[in-house]
């Protein structure tokens, strides 16, 4: 089945692909796996195929159908695999950097970005920091009487 969007489906160069991504196609691969990690992938693939397997007049009703779907999920999360692990090993290049606006237009993907993750485990580790610390001065009020006083 042809994507309706696509002008050339048999054409066998990128057509989704802008002239910049083409030039710098690891950045493109940078982007992705910066908003989306390899298990939300991995698990993304399989709900596609749950689903597209679950429906009846989906396309995968004899039998054979259904396995070369399977094979190219497995395929699919391979490379996927092989990309990321391309990204990990090239060196990193601030000329390959892509513009911000480079993503379609549209929603971003649920799941959160790498550095918004870290910001939020920071901001827990400073809450529980700051609890712990509440902690601690109840304690010292408890047993001595009086609130703590830095230095004594």
């Not at 982007?31 to 709900?47: G, T």
């Not at 700051?130 to 304690?139: C, I």
């Amino acid at each position: 089945m042809n994507h309706p969007e696509n002008n050339q489906p048999d054409s066998d160069r990128p057509i989704k692909l802008t002239l910049e991504q083409i030039e710098k196609p690891i950045s493109v691969l940078r982007n992705f796996f910066q908003d989306s990690h390899l298990p939300e992938i991995r698990a993304m693939l399989w709900k596609i195929v749950e689903r597209l397997l679950a429906i009846k007049n989906a396309g995968f009703d004899e039998a054979e159908e259904r396995s070369h779907l399977l094979w190219f999920y497995r395929e699919l999360e391979i490379m996927i695999e092989a990309a990321y692990v391309l990204c990990e090993k090239a060196p990193l290049n601030e000329e390959e950097k892509l513009p911000a606006n480079y993503y379609l237009e549209g929603p971003r993907p649920k799941w959160k970005t790498k550095a918004m993750l870290e910001e939020e485990i920071l901001n827990l580790r400073i809450k529980n920091a700051e609890q712990l610390n509440e902690l601690l001065e109840l304690r010292y009020f408890k047993k001595h009487g009086k609130p703590f006083q830095p230095g004594e």
